[in-house]
T-cell receptor
Framework: DTAVSQTPKYLVTQMGNDKSIKCEQNLGHDTMYWYKQDSKKFLKIMFSYNNKELIINETVPNRFSPKSPDKAHLNLHINSLELGDSAVYFC???????????????FGEGSRLTVL | GNSVTQMEGPVTLSEEAFLTINCTYTATGYPSLFWYVQYPGEGLQLLLKATKADDKGSNKGFEATYRKETTSFHLEKGSVQVSDSAVYFCALRKTYNTDKLIFGTGTRLQVFP
């Protein structure tokens, strides 16, 4: 069983469209994250939720809206897609908010978004 | 600000060769340092970590020593295997304001038989 799974793995879409990437973890973790890997390959945190509550919200355009219907799911919705949104998006989870302290983050495989 | 710099890849080695992947960091205070590995078709997973100066993290034959004087956390393995082929990410924990992990760009390792 995959611990952290993301769908879709690949997404190609036109500028201006709205798209979502879904993430589910079956580890029973309390905290989930979205990271973006940009063209220069840096992995940067975007959001973090703990028990469905937003705890980290980096400076990202408000076209990006995370939604956590329950603590096992954290979906990323992107409105009005732009060329610069093309990237690989990684979902991750940790036992609790201390995940960054211990480094015990579990990542999904990533979702490659290409905006044309 | 806080950042992590890794050597550019890919690093290409023959089986049983010695591996070093360089990682240096810039940070205020005393960050914790981590190495993550991403095998083909899988997500990143924690490989090893060190939380204070001179600590050595080790796992699966890999080692890295937290060197504050050189602000480095280089990853080493004495004898690589084909199964070690993966992308390796160095990371630090930023503690100012909020706990966050800051990653480097990743270094791809390719090991040939």
């Amino acid at each position: 069983d995959t611990a952290v799974s993301q769908t879709p793995k690949y997404l190609v879409t036109q500028m201006g469209n709205d798209k979502s990437i879904k993430c589910e973890q079956n580890l029973g973790h309390d905290t989930m994250y979205w990271y973006k890997q940009d063209s220069k390959k840096f992995l940067k945190i975007m959001f973090s939720y703990n028990n469905k509550e937003l705890i980290i919200n980096e400076t990202v355009p408000n076209r990006f809206s995370p939604k956590s219907p329950d603590k096992a799911h954290l979906n990323l919705h992107i409105n009005s897609l732009e060329l610069g949104d093309s990237a690989v998006y990684f979902c991750a989870s940790s036992q609790d908010k201390e995940g960054a302290r211990t480094g015990e983050l579990f990542f999904g495989e990533g979702s490659r978004l290409t905006v044309l | 600000g806080n950042s992590v710099t890794q050597m550019e890849g890919p690093v290409t080695l023959s089986e049983e060769a010695f591996l070093t992947i360089n990682c240096t960091y810039t940070a205020t205070g005393y960050p914790s340092l981590f190495w993550y590995v991403q095998y083909p078709g899988e997500g990143l997973q924690l490989l090893l970590k060190a939380t204070k100066a001179d600590d050595k993290g080790s796992n699966k034959g890999f080692e890295a020593t937290y060197r504050k004087e050189t602000t480095s956390f280089h990853l080493e393995k004495g004898s690589v295997q084909v199964s070690d082929s993966a992308v390796y990410f160095c990371a630090l924990r930023k503690t100012y304001n909020t706990d966050k992990l800051i990653f480097g760009t990743g270094t791809r390792l390719q090991v040939f038989p």
